[in-house]
Structures are given as C-alpha cells and as structure tokens.
C-alpha cells in the first residue's frame, strides 16, 4: 500500500468518528516506546498517530546514520503496529507538513521531545507557536539529555565551557531526572493506543548497495539497544581497565542507539547507577561527555562548521570546500584521483591507505561497520588535523557520512577537541603518536592485523607522510598563531 491510500483510511476515519480525538506523536530522535515522555503524554491524550519527517531544511544526515535510522524506524513501526498506532512517513519541510496532517486528519493536539540544535529549535518554535494559533494543544517534553541545557550553568549564569566543572555540576541534576523520569515513564504506557480501523503497513526498506558489511555488524532498533546495555552491565567492572584496549570488545557500543534515541539516556543512567561496581563512575561521565557536547552545540549553534577559538581561523589548514560535494557516494572517493597532495592525502587517509597501519585499522574499521574505537578516532583525527594538516572540517565531514552514529554535537565537539580549536580542547601541541598508541593499546597488534591483512608485506604501502617531521610541521604552524 503506498503513502496516499494510507492517508485516505485516516481522513476516513477522522469524517466518521467525531469522538475521537487524535494526537499526533511526531518522533525524531526518539525511535522507542519505553520512557518517552512524549509518547506517554500522547497515549494519556487518546488515540495516537505517530509521524517521522525526513527533513529538507537542514544538514541531511550521512549515509551510514541514514541506513541506520531506516532500520530503526522500521522497527519503531512493528512495535507500534502491536499497540494499532500507525507511522506514517513524510519528506520535506515540518511547517509545512504537520500543519497539513493536522487539519487534513483533524488533529487535536500535537506532542514531541525535544533538540537541542539551534537552527532546529527555531523550527520547533515556529510550528507550535503556528499549531497554537489554530488552536492545537502542543506540548515538548525533554528525554534526549540527561540535563537540559539551560538546567547546568556557571555561578554567573553562563553555560560551562570545560568539562569538569560541567560534569560535577550537571551529576546532580542528571541523577535526580534519571530516577524521576524512569519512574514516570516506563514501561510502555498500557493504554497506548491507535486509531480503529487503520491499516498499518510496515514499508520495504531499500538497502544502499555498499551497507552489506553494515548490515553484518549493527542492530539497530529498540529492542537491540535494551539487549546491549544488558550485555554491557554485565562486565561493567571491566570498563575502566578494558576500553582502552583495542582488540577487545569492552564499551557499551550504545552510541548509535542513543544517538537515534533507541533507549532513554536517564534509562542508561539509572540502570548504570544501580551497579556497585568500579566502572560505574566512569561510564556515568561518559554519559555526559555525550551532554557536554549538545550544551556546546546549543551554546555555540555552528560549531559543526566554525572554530570555537577564533585564532585557529589564522592556522594554515588544506582545505577544499569542492571535497565536500564527493561525500554523498562513500563508495566512489576511496581511490586517489588528483595529483595534488592534498586531495592525495585526504583520500588516502579516507582508504586507509596512509601506510600508518593503527590510522589505517580505524580508518577501515570504520569503512566496514561504520564505526570506530574512540581512542582511534582521536588517532586518526590527530593525525588528519596535525601530521597532515588537513581541516578538521574535512574529517568531520568523512566521519558525517560514515559513523552510525554521526550526530551534529558530538562529532563537531570532538573533532574541535582533537584538533585543538574547540573549547576545552587537547591542547594543539598533544599530538598523538600512532605508532606510540598502537604499542600501548594493540601490544600484539590483534587490531591492525584484523583490519590491515596486508600490513607487514611488501603490498602495505609506506607512510604518506613522516611523523617525526610533520609533528614538527605542526608545532612550528601552530608557534606562529598562538
Ligand atoms: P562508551 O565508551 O560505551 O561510552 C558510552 C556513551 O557515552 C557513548 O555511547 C556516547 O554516547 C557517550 N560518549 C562517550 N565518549 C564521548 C565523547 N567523547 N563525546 C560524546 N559522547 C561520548 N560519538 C557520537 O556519539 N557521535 C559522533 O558523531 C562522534 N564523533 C566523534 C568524532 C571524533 C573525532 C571523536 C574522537 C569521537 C567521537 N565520538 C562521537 C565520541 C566517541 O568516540 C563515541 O561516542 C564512542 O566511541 C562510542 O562508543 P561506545 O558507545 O562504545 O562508547
């Protein structure tokens, strides 16, 4: 059945019942039932329509995070369709889309949880001061931070720019909304209900030629993310000694399914805070590292594009604003194309063919299963920035594309943090060692091998790039702007 007769059965409906009284769930990212507020808010109102926008009006999202999001929403659908709640899916422009679905459908009110990026929120301002107008009752609610952004500031009223004093401040408040909103909202709310008499068909999913090694390794979807956070509690004890290392498996790999909302963050949190164990503390911190970088992002809306410290607009970086437009197709720029150095070295790095083999391990490993260790994606976004001297933005945009769980908070901050120009930053002269690194965390090289068969025969090419000298490079660049 395609979009157009759905919405027939629900204009249908709406004529013919005058009861009912609809509530249009619109979910963003949030693909989950349990402890949603928005959805528990909708299910207390009476019968729900659930909407997902692929949105036209800003960045679109990579293509390895869009693979995954299609996977999730076709889970939320499923799970949904069990309780008679249909998805219905648009393309375009929500102020002009919701407001069409709500008079078409007669809507009577409208709910969502919240985001925390500026030029989306301007949406979401807009639409319920225009739902209002008519006479819709709107209502947010929060459930992607653990901490609301304007809840954690300075003592003179300004948000936190180091981490530190961020995470001792925001711990309280973090832990307090936990407890509450888990008890508030799950499980899935009982009465959750749909409209009677509406089919609800769950839509064929496409899958984009290159994402056959995606499809191996990710699981996306509610149920999945429930399933890894169990698996991870298990060896939370494990964390603080383990997740360094890069042959073993010892983080949460919960990043994606929070990114898509696929589990409550205060769901994480409490379970996490229930353990009595040694990674306990640690993994919380973790949690809001994840916080840390939305409250950058609201504070500093294109932080995804603009340096966080104006000096670094002076750093001599390589940088090719046409690069940009290769990055739809992940599957065509693994093969240098230009004699120019610059594009050389970003498409080698892109390859992992820099014949630096822990950057080449990540760099592939991401490739496959679009994701990569943390303590690699500081390796290779160190190299990039500093030995290559190459801008932060390009790396961004790669990671964009390629991680799973790419969002606009996260990867910016990080890839300011790494390359030195963000705030709160690792100072620009820290440049990471690959070779130093690898010995450290892949003593028997388990990793590298795993991802670069090839290394140690003559086939391997040799580094693109010196590391002593570029480090030096980089120093002396950095010298001249300080
Ligand atoms: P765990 O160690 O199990 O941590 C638990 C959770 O804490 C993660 O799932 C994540 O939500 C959060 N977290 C941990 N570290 C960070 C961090 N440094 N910044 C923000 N949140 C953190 N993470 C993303 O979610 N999306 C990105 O786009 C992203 N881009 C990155 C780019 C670079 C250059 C770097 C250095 C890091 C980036 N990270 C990003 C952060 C981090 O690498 C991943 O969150 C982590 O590797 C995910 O694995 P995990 O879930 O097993 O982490």
């Known amino acids: 059945m395609n979009a157009n007769v759905r919405v027939f059965i629900l204009n249908s409906l709406a ?29 207390d109102h009476g019968p729900v329509i659930g909407l997902f926008i692929d949105e036209t009006i800003n960045r679109s999202i990579g293509a390895a995070a869009r693979w995954w999001r299609e996977q999730s929403l076709n889970a939320l659908a499923q799970d949904l369709s069990f309780y008679g ?58 459930g992607f931070l653990l901490t609301e952004p304007w809840e954690v500031s300075t003592a003179t009223g300004t948000p936190y720019k180091v981490f530190t004093p961020f995470s001792k401040a925001a711990w309280e408040v973090a832990r307090g909304h936990a407890y509450e909103t888990v008890k508030n909202n799950v499980p899935v709310p009982s009465h959750l209900t749909g409209p009677e008499g509406v089919e609800l068909p769950i839509p064929e999913m496409e899958q984009p030629f290159w994402a056959t090694t995606l499809v191996k390794e990710c699981a996306p979807g509610e149920k999945n993310a429930s399933e890894k956070l169990f698996d991870f509690l298990e060896h939370l004890q494990d964390y ?48 809001l590292w994840r916080d840390f970088a939305w409250h950058r992002l609201y504070a500093l809306p294109h932080m995804d594009t603009q340096n966080v410290r104006m000096q670094f607009n002076r750093f001599g970086w390589s940088w090719d604003p046409s690069e940009k437009d290769k990055l739809n197709t992940p599957s065509t720029p693994l093969i240098p194309t230009k004699a120019d150095q610059f594009h050389e070295d970003l498409a080698a790095w892109r390859a992992g063919k820099t014949g630096i083999p822990l950057v080449d391990a990540g760099m592939r490993e991401l490739w496959a299963t679009g994701s990569m260790h943390n303590r690699v994606r500081m390796v290779v976004a160190s190299f990039l920035t500093k030995n290559l001297q190459i801008h932060w933005r390009h790396g961004e ?9 790419a969002d606009p908070a996260s990867n910016a901050f990080n890839w300011q943090w790494a390359a030195g120009s963000g705030d709160d930053a690792s100072p620009y002269f820290r440049i990471f060692n690959p070779v130093t690194q690898a010995k450290k965390f892949d003593p028997d090289e388990t990793y590298i091998r795993r991802w670069v068969p090839e290394y140690g025969t003559p086939s391997y090419p040799d580094p693109i790039v010196d590391l002593k000298e570029s480090r030096q490079i980089a120093l002396d660049a950095y010298s001249a702007i300080k």
């Open 15 to 43: 004529m013919n019942d005058p009861q009912r009284s609809l509530t249009l769930l619109w979910f963003r990212d949030d693909l989950r039932l349990s402890d949603n507020a928005a959805l528990k808010w909708a299910a």
């Open 85 to 142: 709640v249909p998805l219905l899916r648009r393309t375009g422009n929500p102020l002009e889309i919701l407001p069409k679905i709500v008079s078409e459908m007669e809507v009577k009110a409208v709910t969502w949880n919240r985001r925390y990026h500026q030029p989306l929120c301007e949406v979401d301002a807009t639409l319920k001061k225009n739902l209002r107008d008519q006479g819709i009752e709107v209502h947010s609610h929060p």
């Open 240 to 287: 603080p000694q383990a997740r360094d290392s890069l042959a073993r498996s010892a983080t949460s790999k919960l990043s994606a399914h929070l990114r898509f909302g696929e589990i409550s963050i205060h769901r994480v949190w409490a379970e996490t805070a229930a353990i009595d164990s040694e990674g306990t503390e640690l993994f919380l911190k973790e949690l």
């Open 397 to 405: 945009e790669w990671f964009w594309e390629t991680l799973v769980d």
